[in-house]
């Protein structure tokens, strides 16, 4: 379905395909799916074009990220809309709750030892509390290797899809971990 061979601009993010209102309203329209990568989600400035070929471009506010099932477009006369898919990858959770009762010297030793190894790999990462979020940027069988070979006492590891993680995150730590995604950028101060 194509609401319009014309270019179709989007300012704003209407609202989410998940909200009851939208949800009503969509069962009955016409969808045109933009498909979104990681890194495109983060982006304000954008150009692609949606499943049919309408072609969408974005002028968002900054620090805007887009997110599966957001309303881009809609088409009261058409009955159509225009819908995000963003592919998240999957994510590796570190975590770090059993480091809290050991002594400070060895909980510290392990997470600066922790720290080299994930830097020496270029890999970005954001820490919530006692857990470090990594995104996939190899194969998943890299990545464990990488923990198994270092063993950290007391420090557990999983592989969760990205759509588990990024709405408990806040929009620079999304940009941090899945706009890096295709490739490791350095960051002065902790900040992307």
Known sequence: MTLNRDLVRVDAVLG???????AGRLRTARVDVLHLDQADAQKSRLRKRTSS???????LDRG????????????EQLRGAIVAR???????????SAL????????????VELGHALGNQHWAAVVKGPRVYVPLTVAREVMASVMKTHAFDGVTYTFVPGAEVVSSL?????????GTADGHRHHGGGQP
Do not use: K, Y
């Open 53 to 59: 070929g309408t072609e969408v471009a974005f002028s």
């Open 64 to 75: 805007t990220q887009l997110r599966d099932g957001d309303v881009l477009h809609w088409d």
């Open 86 to 96: 963003v592919d998240l990858n999957d994510v590796m959770v570190i975590d770090l």
């Open 100 to 111: 809290v009762t050991p002594p400070a010297a060895d909980s510290m030793s392990t997470c």
């Open 170 to 178: 806040a929009p620079n730590e999304a940009r941090l971990l899945f």
């Open 16 to 22: 989410s395909s998940t909200d009851s209102e939208w």
